[in-house]
């Protein structure tokens, strides 16, 4: 089982803001940089932000990322239709020596 | 552009073995380290396996260790997964993924393959 806590769903009207949070402990989150990925229906994984808080070329600036301590959060604003997916934290694990993901959060514009 | 591109998955039985493959392209490939995720049908990802760019350095997660081996040709632009001893509980799809940079530890998965998928299954 996954050692990163996410809210299994979450959902908002189009327009609106989401939050998801991601819980770790002090031998991932709190000793490491969180990245996050999007995962469409039926695609693979892609980059959805990294380091914490940045973004890769071409993801628009609707989505953010922060992290305090062993917990992170990802936020969108301005939700769109498209942006209907499931949302992974991730990081590396001192005491596993691995990595690790969150259990997931489904996004839903309701 | 980046290409990464698995192959290999199929069907295995219980204790089978087979070896997955995932062939880069668009970039540098003996300068990134490269990993392993795998997803269970309609469940979350979990991390497999990491290589360093020079294959120097792996990592596995406790659930695959001492069954799969990760190793890479960076002659030929590709990355392998060797998976012996296989569970039902390996059925997924495997995705191979880039990493940022060379080291296999800590970082980030900058791209991302379609998948393959393998079940295990009698």
């Known amino acids: 089982q996954s050692v990163l806590t996410q809210p299994p769903s979450v959902s908002a009207a189009p327009g609106q803001k989401v939050t998801i949070s991601c819980s770790g402990s002090s031998s991932n989150i709190g000793n490491s940089f969180v990245s996050w990925y999007q995962q469409l229906p039926g695609t693979a994984p892609k980059l959805l932000m990294y380091?914490?808080?940045k973004r890769p070329s071409g993801m628009p600036d609707r989505f953010s990322g922060s992290k305090s301590g062993t917990s992170a959060t990802l936020g969108i604003t301005g939700l769109q239709t498209g942006d209907e997916a499931d949302y992974f934290c991730?990081?590396?694990?001192?005491?596993?020596?691995?990595?690790?993901f969150g259990t997931g959060t489904k996004v839903t514009v309701i | 552009e980046v290409q990464l591109l698995e192959s290999g998955g199929g069907l295995v039985q219980p204790g089978g073995s087979l070896r997955v493959s995932c062939t880069a392209s668009?970039?540098?490939?003996?300068?990134?380290?490269m990993t392993w995720v795998r997803q269970a049908p309609g469940k979350g990802l979990e991390w497999v396996s990491a290589?360093?760019?020079?294959?120097?350095?792996?990592y596995y997660a406790d659930s695959v260790k001492g069954r799969f081996t990760i190793s890479r040709d960076n002659s030929k632009n590709t990355l392998f997964l060797q998976m012996n001893s296989l569970r039902a509980e390996d059925t997924a799809v495997y995705y191979c993924?880039?990493?940022?940079?060379?080291?296999?530890?800590?970082?980030?998965?900058?791209?991302w393959g379609q998948g393959t998928l393998v079940t295990v299954s009698s």
């Open positions: 380091e914490n808080n």
């Open positions: 993924a880039k990493k940022e940079d060379g080291s296999g530890s800590y970082g980030y998965l900058v791209y």
């Open positions: 991730g990081t590396w694990d001192t005491s596993l020596s691995g990595y690790v």
């Open positions: 290589i360093s760019s020079s294959g120097g350095s792996t």
């Open positions: 668009g970039f540098t490939f003996s300068n990134y380290a």
